[in-house]
């Protein structure tokens, strides 16, 4: 059997990698951003967000129902507010959010 070897220390690992790893960690906890077009014309940016990272209870626009701690989920927010503030994002259960589309307004 051979020795165990040692995990790298912080300090031995250089800053381009630590950066990578941890822009790798964000990506897997808090999804990734995409652009994607809406119904009513405008670009929408939406995230994924995992179950683990969901710890809130929120109500979802689509359905008006709501998503739970601990459910994954989609957040969306017009995309010329991008990086302005927290106002317009809304959470979608990911089902609601694919079929906006194809429902009508109440």
């Not at 999804?31 to 109500?59: H, L, M, N, T």
């Amino acid at each position: 059997m051979s020795p165990r070897r040692r995990p790298p220390r912080r300090s031995d690992v250089p800053d381009e990698e630590r950066d990578g790893a941890s822009a790798r960690m964000a990506s897997r906890v808090l999804g990734f951003d995409r652009i994607e077009p809406g119904p009513d014309g405008r670009d929408w940016a939406v995230r994924g967000i995992p179950g683990q990272a969901a710890q809130k209870v929120y109500r979802c626009p689509g359905c008006d129902q709501e998503i739970r701690a601990g459910v994954p989920h989609l957040v969306a927010w017009p995309r010329d507010d991008y990086g302005q503030g927290v106002h317009d994002r809304r959470h979608w259960h990911t089902p609601c959010w694919n079929a906006r589309g194809r429902r009508r307004a109440r």
